[in-house]
């Protein structure tokens, strides 16, 4: 496709982003009401459906407040649809939704085993219909360099081949499955072409996309799924620099890739000997690699990718790449629906919620541990004030708690604006201290900050069998200090986040934490081991799990420890 056709696909994307933002912004201003009626249609859809006749939708529809439907819907956890998942699996229909399905989405979420997600078209459009024009909006608003319009790197992958359940409805991870539907628009977009993204060895894939990125100057951004998953890259862009350098000069293609002979001929033939471009390039890293993005790319002008919750801890590694440029947080979703659009680059923790992908109710977070809690919709909720949401989506999940608590911050008009804290399976709570995600992050954030220590990830187990019990920290780190000294400060730093586990430390029934360095790569191979399990998501999607509560995955950690605190 021709650079002036690209060019032009992407203007006319910005200005079609810029009229979808004002949209959303002038519906935020009467969310409530629009939230409504994303049940109203939602019960009026699926009214037919097994699970529609049952609970009387047609009826319940006639509430526009949607006080009927909470009474008489309970609500749900996704062991309550296995039975009917497994028969949509089989491929009967109108069990949950009305609509076809056009994919089972696999959970890309850090606790238990991966769950299917029924996803239909009209669900799935929701992700397009905020990343691709929103989100865009957002970017051409507070981002865009009006100086040009060139294409990015994007290392999203949907590897592998399609899985299929029984009944033949496609399997695979909801990200994956937007980039696979995209594919005649991806040469408009981004460098890579459509076949590095779906190797099946994520170093190759990464390297390709690095080749490709190297040689065209002008790239205006740079975007990953995950925060740990775009630091990764940059560090293995500095690792192989020289192959990457000799390649750009000499038009060759390092053999150390696990790729087939095609492909290689492919990348080849796309990327022809270009020695000026990598004198630029030796030039830009002659004194390191601190702050080297905007040298080698003085065009870009952000870098995306999900910096909420516990990844906010990679924003400090991020930034010895990346320097002053951008970190935008775009979005908060979940395979069960789009949550929330981060409206504000430079606050990345905040994002406006949707109104129309998921009709949500909200538990107060005091209520979370009970069975069948009352609730209040975006009409009851208080700012300042924690909550877990539940969604009604558009695919057959009704009242469904989604396991994620949020803190309503603001409101945009009646729209709440929440920030995500931790999902409510990685909360320890081993002596009444309930100890979330958000404060782990917190102590390890502040750990690196007070020992200037450089932290590629990390992950938590309990240990009950100390006495007291306590938590295990295993952390990646390259040349810690002292294991004593780190253990020591990284309490001081958790008790400051969650000040209850103050009085549990001096009353002796809560052990100080173990902190255990692991060796590098440990974390990948974690992620590995999680890949090889099940139905992974694509991996891309895969996240760390904060708390780890397998057996195998427990073992592989202690196997990796190098040093540990006593």
């Known amino acids: 496709m021709g650079a002036l056709t690209s060019s032009t696909f992407r203007a006319v994307g910005f200005l079609g982003g810029r009229l979808m933002l004002s949209r959303f912004e002038r519906t935020a201003h009467r969310g409530i009401v629009s939230n409504r009626k994303t049940l109203t249609t939602i019960l009026e859809a699926n009214k037919g459906t097994e699970f529609g006749i049952a609970r009387h939708f047609d009826e319940l529809a006639l509430d526009p407040t949607g006080r009927a439907f909470r009474q008489a819907v309970p609500l749900s956890r996704y062991e309550d649809y296995a ?16 609509d076809d399905l056009l994919f089972f989405a696999v959970s890309s979420g850090t606790t238990g085993r991966p769950k299917l997600v029924p996803t239909t078209k009209k669900h799935h459009g929701f992700t397009f219909k905020y990343m691709g024009t929103v989100v865009q909006g957002v970017i051409s608003r507070h981002l865009h360099s009006s100086s040009t319009t060139d294409r990015g790197i994007d290392l999203m992958t949907f590897s592998g081949e399609p899985k299929f359940a029984s009944g033949g409805t496609p399997i695979g991870g909801a990200t994956a499955e937007a980039v696979r539907r995209m594919a005649r628009i991806v040469p408009h977009l981004w460098n890579s ?15 390709l996309h690095a ?6 100057r002008r790239n205006q951004f740079v975007e990953a799924v995950f925060a740990p998953h775009l630091l990764e890259w940059f560090r293995s862009i500095e690792d192989r620099w020289d192959e990457l ?8 293609l390092t053999s150390n890739l696990e790729i087939e002979e095609s492909l290689r001929e492919h990348v080849i033939a796309d990327n022809p000997p270009n020695p000026a471009r ?19 790319w003085p065009q870009m002008t952000h870098v995306m990718t999900i910096t909420s919750g516990s990844f906010a801890m990679y924003v400090p590694a991020l930034r010895t790449y990346v320097g002053d440029l951008p970190i935008y947080s775009p979005s908060y979703g979940a395979t069960e629906s789009f949550i929330g659009v981060g409206l504000w680059p430079d606050r990345p923790h905040r994002y406006v919620m949707a109104t129309d992908p998921s009709y949500f109710e909200f538990i107060p977070v005091d209520l979370i541990h009970e069975d069948q809690p009352s609730t209040v919709d975006m009409e009851g909720v208080e700012i300042g004030e924690q909550y877990e949401l539940v969604i009604t989506n558009h695919a057959g999940l009704y009242r469904y708690r ?3 608590v949020v803190t309503v911050v603001d409101r945009l008009g009646e729209t709440p604006v929440i920030e995500f804290v931790h999902r409510v399976g990685t909360q320890f709570d081993l002596v009444g201290e309930k100890t979330s995600e958000d404060h782990l992050a917190a102590a390890v954030g502040h750990l690196s900050e007070r020992l200037d220590l450089e932290i590629n990830d990390y992950t938590t187990a309990e240990d009950v069998e100390a006495s007291p019990a306590r938590y295990v920290i295993y952390l990646e780190s390259e040349h810690p200090p002292s294991i004593e000294q780190m253990a020591e400060t990284f309490d001081e730093e958790l008790q400051k986040a969650n000040p209850v586990t103050s009085g549990f430390r001096a009353n002796e029934l809560l052990g100080r934490p173990r902190l255990a360095v692991v ?20 991996t891309s999607q895969l996240k760390t799990p904060r708390r780890v509560t397998d057996p195998a995955q427990r073992t592989l950690l202690e196997d990796c420890v190098i040093s540990a605190s006593s």
Do not use: C, K
């Open 83 to 98: 039975e009917a998942i497994q028969r949509m699996e089989r491929g009967e229909n109108g069990i949950l939704t009305a």
């Open 278 to 296: 990598a004198e630029q390039l030796r030039a830009a890293t002659h004194d390191g690699f601190d702050r080297f993005i905007p040298r080698i």
């Open 211 to 216: 080749l490709y990125g190297l040689h065209n």
């Open 193 to 207: 072409p459509i076949e590095v993204y779906t190797l099946d060895h994520q170093p190759s894939a990464w390297y």
């Open 245 to 252: 350098l000799h390649d750009v000069e000499h038009g060759t």
């Open 519 to 538: 060796a590098p790569g440990t974390f990948r191979r974690l992620r590995g081991t999680i890949a090889e399990s099940g139905l992974p998501p694509a």
């Open 402 to 404: 989604l396991g994620d």
